[in-house]
């Protein structure tokens, strides 16, 4: 059977509206593979930042972008179970979600539970491993905490809310006056993240400071992300949202920053930071896929049962992926805007 897989490409340094659409037909899965029929796949701040040249480790332009993706096995390669076929999975990608149909490791998808749709699954793939990971295995909190959640209304900050809330922790999240209502309906106490005092207010409601500062912007407000801090308390620094519009590497704001959270590791103030990456750890294949299946395994529980709300902000054809990623950078909007074919 052959299979014609659509994709969108970005081509370089080019506006939303220079994405191109190409064809072209994919090979049977070999050993070890599954081919995927997409159903959903997402814009993330990664595909904002990959446009501009901006993203850490991006590959060479012309490339497919797609940091994850949601869809059903149609076909199995020799040593892959064929029960797989017909299932709906999800994977981590990187690269290569905003294409019809993918070829993926058969280790690599993770099983979505019966009941949850595509699109709702696809808002919890990248944001709710990194929430999870961040939460869980950097910060480690526990139940009577507070942290602070910048961008409380983003696709990782609405997932980072729920599930600290599901955990027993106490979350304040910033976020523009108009997604107020939101991040308080997820159970945050929300602070406009424009407001001249800002961190006055922050130290208002934890006088002894938080336990943990979940920051995605990265800059010079890091360091004030830092001083919230409550002995004990971890800092995770997740991006550098902060430094998407401006020319010049990708990789040198990335490297400052972690240069200064290892500085800061080093004086003895009893606090700690840490640069989430979620790719650390990927060279052992066989541990790094088995820690996503254990940790995606466990959002989707949560989305199963309830627990955690699906934050989809807007879907588009995948066609339209040019108006689904100016809608993502445009700021307003909260949760994620999904591709669907």
């Not at 910060?139 to 409380?152: D, E, F, H, N, S």
């Not at 400071?209 to 920051?215: L, N, P, Q, T, W």
């Amino acid at each position: 059977m052959t299979t014609t897989a659509t994709e969108i490409v970005l081509p370089g340094k080019v506006e939303p509206e220079g994405l191109r659409t190409r064809s072209h037909v994919i090979a049977e899965p070999a050993a070890g593979q599954v081919l995927v029929r997409m159903e959903a796949t997402g814009v993330s701040f990664a595909e904002q930042q990959m446009r501009r040249g901006k993203y850490y480790d991006q590959p060479a332009f012309p490339f497919v972008p797609g940091y994850d993706v949601v869809g059903v096995v149609e076909a199995t390669g020799p040593g892959v179970d064929p029960a797989l076929a017909g299932r709906r999975v999800a994977a981590l990608t990187k690269i290569g979600g905003w294409s019809s149909h993918l070829l993926l490791a058969a280790d690599a998808v993770v099983p979505v539970p019966e009941g949850v749709s595509a699109a709702d699954a696809e808002t919890l793939v990248v944001n709710g491993i990194t929430a999870w990971q961040m939460l869980h295995r950097t910060a480690k909190i526990r139940p009577g905490q507070t942290v602070l959640v910048l961008g409380a209304n983003g696709g990782v900050g609405s997932t980072l809310v729920q599930l600290a809330r599901a955990a027993g922790v106490r979350v304040i999240g910033t976020a523009s006056p108009r997604h107020h209502d939101a991040v308080r309906a997820l159970g945050a106490t929300p602070l406009d993240y424009r407001a001249p005092d800002l961190y006055d207010q922050i130290r208002a409601l934890a006088p002894n400071g938080v336990d943990a500062v979940f920051d995605h912007v990265g800059g010079a407000g890091i360091v004030e992300s830092f001083r919230l801090l409550a002995p004990g308390g971890t800092l995770v620094s997740y991006g550098t949202a902060s430094t998407r519009d401006q020319e010049g590497s990708s990789r040198l704001p990335v490297l400052k920053l972690i240069g200064r959270l290892l500085w800061w590791n080093a004086l003895p103030n009893r606090r700690h930071t840490s640069f989430f990456n979620i790719w650390t750890g990927v060279r052992d294949k066989a541990r790094f896929h088995a820690k996503l299946r254990h940790d995606l395994g466990q959002v989707f529980d949560l989305l199963a049962d309830g627990t955690l709300q699906a934050q989809v902000a807007a879907r588009f054809p995948l066609a339209d992926a040019s108006a689904a990623l100016r809608l993502a950078e445009s700021g307003t909007v909260a949760g994620k805007v999904v591709l669907v074919p």
